[in-house]
Every structure is written in structure tokens, then in C-alpha cells.
């Protein structure tokens, strides 16, 4: 998993209070990717953007969430409001060259933890 | 709706055997597939892949074979060994697109010395 790092790597918030989860990509990698894991389920996508871009986001929740990409700096996965559902694993992956079948590398991931 | 099906939980194997993992799908548009390998508190690292155009991709001791007609696909690992102990995921893709990737709920694999 080195090369995508991902802070913090573990988040704790009380309900209703925001959370920012942040991806620095690998070297070179241009393409970033948002997966949820919650308990004893597999990942699931939210959102993919490109610099200064979203290209998909058909897997975030409609509401309290939010993700970007700037030109300089890390992606930034935004939840507003936590609530208790939102505790899971968030991962965050980039890629060189989608639509190659290249492999997604992933980060360790931050761990979420709503009181 | 599940896309991407691993029906066991989990699986045991003795160090030396062979570990047979399996994994199905529903979705006729996929047309590559990977394995992952997630040890706790890590991310998942990419293993092996395989593309529609094949029915078997190998690598070291790890083999993945491709059944399309079943929609089925399994990952070999010959032979196991302790270090493989993690959790499995399968997942599937569409080449052209986005690399959105959809994830089976993943085959916890305990290989015993």
C-alpha cells in the first residue's frame, strides 16, 4: 500500500459534528477513488474525480456528503453532520490509467468512529 | 443488489494445501476481474487479475481461472502458507470506463501451520 497515504488514520467525531478525511495519491497518479467499508461488507464505491474534477459520483450518499479534488493539494472526503451509520472504513485508491484494467492501489485507509 | 457474490465467509486450510477460493457474478458487462488481500487495519493490496479474453492467469502460487458461461471465478493458491491468512476480496470491472470497481464481501482465509 505505499504511495497513497491517507490522514488520519483513525477520526473519532460526535454526531452531528463534521468529518474530513484526506488522499494523497501516488506519485503520478491523477485519478482518485472513494470506497466505504462498513462491518462485514465489502467496499463500496462513492466517488472517483480527476483534478479539479468529478467524474462519478454515483455511489455518495445524496445528502451530508461531499468530495473534491483540487488542483493542489490532497482529495478531501467531506461528511457533514455525522450520524452513527456513517462509522466505516474509508478508502481511498488512485489509479494511472483508468479504463486499462490497471489495478487500483489503495491506502490504509481512516477509520471513522461516530459517538 | 449483489453484482459480485463470495459466498463463504470463510475458509480453513492446512499450510501445504491448497486454498480455492470462489467468487460469482451478475453482471454480464464485466469484463476483467481482480483479487485483493486485506490483513487487518491495512488497505486491500492487488493480487492477481485476470481479463474476459482468458480463462486462466497465473502468478507464482496463485492462479485465477475465469468460467464466463458460469459467471464464476476462482483464485488457487498452491501451496498455502501461513503468511496467506487475510481476507480475500474479489472484484469486478468494466475496461473503458471509469475502474469503478464493485467488491464481493470478501472470504476470510485462515491457513494453520
Known amino acids: 500500500n505505499a504511495g497513497v497515504m491517507q490522514n488520519p488514520r483513525h477520526l473519532v467525531r460526535r454526531r452531528g459534528q463534521e468529518a474530513r478525511l484526506r488522499c494523497s495519491p501516488m506519485k503520478g497518479h491523477s485519478h482518485v477513488y472513494w470506497y466505504r467499508q462498513l462491518p462485514e461488507e465489502g467496499l463500496k464505491f462513492m466517488v472517483y474525480l480527476q483534478k479539479e474534477n468529478i467524474i462519478d459520483e454515483s455511489g455518495m450518499p445524496k445528502e451530508r456528503f461531499s468530495a473534491e479534488f483540487p488542483k493542489e493539494g490532497p482529495s478531501i472526503l467531506r461528511i457533514q453532520q455525522v450520524v452513527r451509520g456513517d462509522s466505516a472504513a474509508y478508502f481511498c485508491a488512485s489509479s494511472l490509467s483508468p479504463g486499462q484494467g490497471a489495478p487500483l492501489h489503495f491506502g490504509n485507509g481512516t477509520r471513522l468512529t461516530v459517538t | 443488489d449483489q453484482q459480485v457474490k463470495q459466498n463463504s465467509p470463510s475458509l480453513s486450510v492446512q499450510e501445504g494445501r491448497i486454498s480455492i477460493l470462489n467468487c460469482d457474478y451478475t453482471n454480464s458487462m464485466f469484463d476483467y476481474f481482480l483479487w485483493y488481500k486485506k490483513y487487518p487495519a491495512e488497505g486491500p493490496t492487488f493480487l492477481i487479475s485476470i481479463s474476459s479474453i482468458k480463462d486462466k492467469n497465473e502468478d507464482g502460487r496463485f492462479t485465477v481461472f475465469l468460467n464466463k458461461s458460469a459467471k464464476h471465478l476462482s483464485l488457487h493458491i498452491v501451496p498455502s502458507q501461513p503468511g496467506d491468512s487475510a481476507v480475500y476480496f474479489c472484484?469486478?470491472?468494466?475496461?473503458?470506463?471509469?475502474?469503478?470497481?464493485?467488491f464481493g464481501k470478501g472470504t476470510k482465509l485462515t491457513v494453520n501451520p
Open positions: 472484484a469486478a470491472g468494466v475496461q473503458g470506463g471509469s475502474e469503478k470497481l464493485v
